[in-house]
Structure formats: structure tokens, C-alpha cells
T-cell receptor
Framework: NAGVTQTPKFRILKIGQSMTLQCTQD?????MYWYRQDPGMGLKLIYY???????DKGEVPNGYNVSRSTTEDFPLRLELAAPSQTSVYFC??????????????FGEGSWLTVV | AQKITQTQPGMFVQEKEAVTLDCTYD???????LFWYKQPSSGEMIFLIY??????QNATEGRYSLNFQKARKSANLVISASQLGDSAMYFC?????????????FGKGTKLSVKP
């Protein structure tokens, strides 16, 4: 009953370092997303993917890259980390269907601090 | 203009009482979906309830119900018989149109505190 799994849960990065947040889902969902949540705010979309091999930018893509080589995996790459990227990151997935099948399911979040 | 507006940054409710969390939305699409998520202090996002724009009945899921008023573009969450475990942030979100990437647009949230 895994759902959406993202790792690591916590990470401290130094300015200029790079890292990859891993995300995998076992629900055979075609849509996958990366969001960030800044303190006291709702979630904002970084990147999304509608299927393997297809990715596109969301609202706040600068400083990030993604890839989608399989249906299950959607890693998020941070290049040259900056303090402005200190945030909580959520990976999510959904099946593009009607009704409540549209529901987007979230991973447990990854707390990233850049110092 | 904000697409999802939650006007209550914080709310208090007495245990066992009902509470309504407000949400208004803005869209020109005819087909859209409205969602409520709960985020406890542990941080995860928990799906609560969904309402489709063409659904004629208000959605209900256990103690949660969605008061959907399409003409007013509002989708308020009603929690009946509040419990201490309901203390959390609550986010209203919208998913627009069949042709979109299916992204959820979130409001800024309402922090609900349940008093014993």
C-alpha cells in the first residue's frame, strides 16, 4: 500500500550544491507533479509530467530540472542550490480520469534547507 | 486574480461542534473539480473530499461535506462533530478543464484549531 514515495525526508544542503529528490508511485498513474510549499503558503507547481518521456514547466520551475524515463519515477534535480529553495517539496500523482478519479495523491514531503 | 481564495487564516471550534471553512474560486472553464486537503502538523497532504462541477449533489465523506454553490463559485468544507485530531491546516484546491495538465491550484489554507 505504498502510494507515492519520496526520499529523502530531510536534507540540509550548502549553497551551490546539487541534489536529487526521488519520487516513485506504484498506482500506474500517468500524471506526476512536483510542488513546493513555502511557510504559511499553499503549494506551487514546479514541474509536471503527463507520461513517460513528457515533462513541462509549472509555475516556479527556475533552478530545477526533472526527467520521466518510466511511468513510476519522477525525480527532481536541484542544481546550484540557493537559500530561496529552502522549502518543503511534495511529489504527487494522479490518474487523469473523471470524477473522484481525478484525485491527486501526495507523498509525505521532503524538508529541504539550503544554508 | 487569485483562483482560489480562503479568507479565514485561522479558525477555532469547540470539540463536537460543526465548523465551516470557506473557499471561493474563479474559473471560466465549465468542467472543473474542487478538492479539500488536510495537512496536519506532521506535514503530509491528506485528500478529504472532491466535488465535480457537473455534480448535482453536494459531496459527502463521513464527517466531511462540501457545500457547493456553483453560481456563487463557492465550495465550503463542513466538518461535523469536530474532533481534536481535526486540528490542522486545510487547503481548498481546484483542477481546471479537460485540456489542462490537471494541475491543482491551491488556496493559502485555513488553520483549524479544535478546543477541548
Amino acid at each position: 500500500n505504498a502510494g507515492v514515495t519520496q526520499t529523502p525526508k530531510f536534507r540540509i544542503l550548502k549553497i551551490g550544491q546539487s541534489m536529487t529528490l526521488q519520487c516513485t508511485q506504484d498506482m500506474n498513474h500517468n500524471y506526476m507533479y512536483w510542488y513546493r510549499q513555502d511557510p504559511g503558503m499553499g503549494l506551487k507547481l514546479i514541474y509536471y509530467s503527463v507520461g513517460a518521456g513528457i515533462t513541462d514547466k509549472g509555475e516556479v520551475p527556475n533552478g530545477y530540472n526533472v526527467s520521466r524515463s518510466t511511468t513510476e519515477d519522477f525525480p527532481l534535480r536541484l542544481e546550484l542550490a540557493a537559500p530561496s529553495q529552502t522549502s518543503v517539496y511534495f511529489c504527487a500523482s494522479s490518474y487523469r480520469g473523471r470524477g473522484s478519479g481525478n484525485t491527486i495523491y501526495f507523498g509525505e514531503g521532503s524538508w529541504l534547507t539550503v544554508v | 486574480a487569485q483562483k482560489i481564495t480562503q479568507t479565514q487564516p485561522g479558525m477555532f471550534v469547540q470539540e463536537k461542534e460543526a465548523v465551516t471553512l470557506d473557499c471561493t474560486y474563479d474559473t471560466s472553464d465549465q468542467s472543473y473539480g474542487l478538492f479539500w486537503y488536510k495537512q496536519p502538523s506532521s506535514g503530509e497532504m491528506i485528500f478529504l473530499i472532491y466535488q465535480g462541477s457537473y455534480d448535482e449533489q453536494n459531496a459527502t465523506e463521513g464527517r466531511y461535506s462540501l457545500n457547493f454553490q456553483k453560481a456563487r463559485k463557492s465550495a465550503n468544507l463542513v466538518i461535523s462533530a469536530s474532533q481534536l485530531g481535526d486540528s490542522a491546516m486545510y487547503f481548498c484546491a481546484m483542477r481546471e478543464g479537460r485540456g489542462s495538465q490537471g494541475n491543482l491550484i491551491f488556496g493559502k489554507g485555513t488553520k483549524l484549531s479544535v478546543k477541548p
